[in-house]
């Protein structure tokens, strides 16, 4: 996934800051427990800068139709704008709390406050080894948790960042 630009009229939405990278991450030494370094490939979905299509058929604006892989989405600006904030969260996630979904993923939780307000930006990410070699981190979707939708927030067991790389690095489980 190699995002590029994403066009709507005259704007032109940059998408380079969710190319794929490689980053490290490395976990001090504490008490009995060696320093470890970590290799990850970073890679973001397009759910980071789009929504999906209304549930109740209603007409939307077919310019900003988003299709990648048959999954047909709306770009959205607002998702697009922090998605530029994902890198320095990417970047810090052995200092935030993450949780387990339960689901073969993880979440975290980054407020974001561009005007005073406070508001929960929430990234979801799937961390996996597929052989030797480097862990991959790719981060499914990002946005902001609508009102409407407060009922399905997830709740997660609290995991440690560290713990989900060296069990993922060491084909360990990591039980929810």
Same mark, same amino acid.
């Given at each position: 996934?190699?995002? #590029?630009?994403?066009?709507?009229? !005259?704007?032109?939405?940059?998408?380079?800051? @969710?190319?794929?990278?490689?980053?490290?991450?490395?976990?001090?030494?504490?008490?009995?427990? @060696?320093?470890?370094?970590?290799?990850? #490939?970073?890679?973001?979905?397009?759910?980071?800068?789009?929504?999906?299509?209304?549930?109740?058929?209603?007409?939307?604006?077919?310019?900003?139709?988003?299709?990648? !892989?048959?999954?047909?989405? &709306?770009?959205?600006?607002?998702?697009?704008?922090?998605?530029? +904030? +994902?890198?320095? &969260?990417?970047?810090?996630?052995?200092? #935030?709390?993450?949780?387990?979904?339960?689901?073969?993923?993880?979440?975290?939780? !980054?407020?974001?406050?561009?005007?005073?307000?406070?508001?929960?930006? !929430?990234?979801?990410?799937?961390?996996?080894?597929?052989? @030797?070699?480097?862990?991959? @981190?790719?981060?499914?979707?990002?946005?902001?948790?609508?009102?409407?939708?407060?009922?399905?927030?997830?709740?997660?067991?609290?995991?440690?960042?560290?713990? &989900?790389?060296?069990?993922?690095? #060491?084909?360990?489980? &990591?039980?929810?």
């Amino acid at each position: 996934m190699h995002w #590029n630009e994403f066009k709507h009229g !005259e704007h032109v939405y940059d998408l380079k800051h @969710l190319r794929p990278y490689t980053t490290s991450f490395e976990r001090p030494a504490r008490g009995k427990q @060696l320093a470890e370094k970590f290799s990850v #490939n970073v890679t973001f979905s397009h759910h980071c800068f789009t929504r999906g299509l209304p549930r109740d058929g209603s007409a939307y604006d077919l310019t900003l139709r988003f299709d990648h !892989e048959g999954d047909c989405r &709306i770009f959205d600006a607002g998702r697009w704008e922090l998605s530029k +904030l +994902l890198p320095s &969260i990417i970047a810090k996630l052995s200092a #935030n709390r993450c949780y387990q979904t339960g689901y073969g993923n993880f979440f975290t939780i !980054e407020m974001v406050a561009a005007d005073g307000s406070i508001i929960e930006y !929430e990234v979801f990410f799937k961390v996996w080894k597929p052989g @030797l070699g480097r862990i991959f @981190l790719h981060v499914e979707s990002a946005y902001v948790r609508e009102r409407d939708n407060k009922h399905s927030k997830p709740k997660g067991m609290a995991i440690g960042f560290y713990v &989900i790389l060296h069990n993922t690095l #060491n084909k360990r489980a &990591i039980h929810a």
